[in-house]
């Protein structure tokens, strides 16, 4: 099994890349931070840079039934 950080094409940078991964809004993805979804930060600021893993973001998904959609409803 790979690790999810050595597969290619795994890092989504940006509130803009993650809410196209998951097929919705920049805002509706900041509002599913609170809920739980992946997100990481560059630093502890609330200001700072984010990113997500799409192996973290799929698995959480799976995790919660939505199926291959994060991507329909966090």
Not at 4 to 25: F, Q
Not at 46 to 69: M, Q, T
Request: glycine fraction near 4%.
């Amino acid at each position: 099994m790979e690790s999810p950080l050595t597969r290619p094409n795994d890092l989504l940078e940006g509130w803009k890349a993650i809410a196209v991964y998951c097929n919705t809004s920049v805002r509706t993805v900041q509002s599913w931070e609170h809920e739980g979804l992946p997100i990481h930060r560059r630093s502890e600021s609330e200001k700072a840079r984010v990113f997500a893993l799409r192996s973290e973001i799929d698995y959480r998904s799976e995790e919660r039934r939505v199926g291959k959609e994060c991507r329909s409803r966090w």
